[in-house]
Antibody
Framework: QLQLQESGPGLVKPSETLSLTCTVS??????????WGWIRQPPGKGLEWIGS???????YYNPSLKSRVTISVDTSKNQFSLKLSSVTAADTAVYYC?????????WGQGTLVTVSS | NFMLTQPHSVSESPGKTVTISCTRS????????VQWYQQRPGSAPTTVIY?????PSGVPDRFSGSIDSSSNSASLTISGLKTEDEADYYC?????????FGGGTKLTVL
């Protein structure tokens, strides 16, 4: 059974880079069955797709975030990662990773990242 | 790209039926599958409907999905409402390597 788990700092300073990792267990990140994606949810607000990566390394980003987002995959560790640069308070959110075909399932439990000095 | 618009909130009584809509702004709703997620406070979303009208195993048949090309919208219908159905519901679709979520609907069962 596929499981995903986010990890990374819970506090990031404004203008710095947010970095998170998603560890995949119960399956291979090199599987052609899935894209691997990041979704975020600001407190009290809705879900926003950030971007996705295929095992081949092809990346797809939300146009509204594209200039600040980098998603990469490490097949040796069965992990994929998110980097979001030049963060502001508006980037404070719960960040989820997920496995996707045309929809996301399963999701990680989510990790709260707060942007504050 | 396109947007998915949902009502901000709906409410209904236990035992009744409620329908949540999801309207696509451009392009045909029938062009790409629509999914529905349920999110309870403090938890990650879980899928209740995928590919317009398919239920994952474990999701009760009180949950159903449909699409209506005339209104360019998808709908999630929950019948026989239970208090445990109170949650946020999100629609989602996919097109050309872009995943799009609706803004979410808060369902209150009172």
């Amino acid at each position: 059974q596929l499981q995903l788990q986010e990890s990374g700092p819970g506090l990031v300073k404004p203008s710095e880079t947010l970095s998170l990792t998603c560890t995949v267990s119960g399956g291979s990140i090199s599987s052609s069955s899935y894209y691997w994606g990041w979704i975020r949810q600001p407190p009290g607000k809705g879900l926003e797709w950030i971007g996705s990566i295929y095992y081949s390394g092809s990346t797809y980003y939300n146009p509204s975030l594209k200039s600040r987002v980098t998603i990469s995959v490490d097949t040796s560790k069965n992990q994929f990662s998110l980097k979001l640069s030049s963060v502001t308070a508006a980037d404070t959110a719960v960040y989820y990773c997920g496995a996707a075909g045309t929809w996301f399932d399963p999701w990680g439990q989510g990790t709260l990242v707060t942007v504050s000095s | 790209n396109f947007m998915l618009t949902q009502p901000h909130s709906v409410s209904e009584s236990p035992g009744k039926t409620v329908t949540i809509s999801c309207t696509r702004s451009s392009g045909s709703i029938a062009s790409n599958y629509v999914q529905w997620y349920q999110q309870r406070p403090g938890s990650a979303p879980t899928t209740v409907i995928y590919e317009d009208n398919q239920r994952p195993s474990g999701v009760p048949d009180r949950f159903s999905g449909s699409i209506d090309s005339s209104s360019n919208s998808a709908s999630l219908t929950i019948s026989g409402l239970k208090t445990e159905d109170e949650a946020d519901y999100y629609c989602q679709s996919y097109d050309s390597s872009i995943w799009v979520f609706g803004g979410g609907t808060k369902l209150t069962v009172l």
